[in-house]
């Protein structure tokens, strides 16, 4: 299976929004889970939400369930993270990861059932 790739990152201000794109080419055959996770520096990788591509089922982490979200486009293989009103703290790599431990969890929290992790991309925003 192919890495996605994530595109959609910038530097804004405070209150912007950003959309981020995850195109992975090999996936929407059965019930796959795709999520978004951030990385700040000196942090580790934490979940911001995650999708069943097969039905659009969703979840999201406390922080991004008022502000983000996730959808997918199936022709286009591709995963969405619409984000709004950002904040400093949402600064950091953004990244795209598609489940793939046996009897993998498909929430933000389990971080651990995710891999053919994508190179990431910058999400910065300015106070």
């Known amino acids: 299976q192919d890495h996605p790739v994530e595109s959609g990152g910038d530097s804004v201000q405070a209150g912007g929004s950003l959309r981020l794109s995850c195109v992975a080419s090999?996936?929407?055959?059965?019930?796959?889970?795709v999520g978004w996770f951030r990385q700040a520096a000196g942090k580790n990788r934490e979940g911001v939400a995650t999708i069943f591509v097969s039905d659009g089922e969703s979840y999201y982490s406390d922080f991004a369930k008022d502000r983000f979200t996730i959808s997918r486009d199936n022709r286009k293989s591709t995963v969405y993270l619409e984000m709004t009103d950002l904040k400093p703290e949402d600064t950091g790599i953004y990244y795209c990861?598609?489940?793939?431990?046996?009897?993998?969890?498909?929430?933000?929290?389990?971080?651990?059932?995710?891999?053919?992790w994508g190179p990431g991309t910058q999400v910065t925003v300015t106070s």
């Open positions: 990861g598609i489940a793939v431990v046996e009897g993998y969890v498909c929430t933000p929290s389990a971080v651990g059932d995710f891999g053919y």
């Open positions: 090999e996936y929407g055959f059965g019930p796959d889970c």
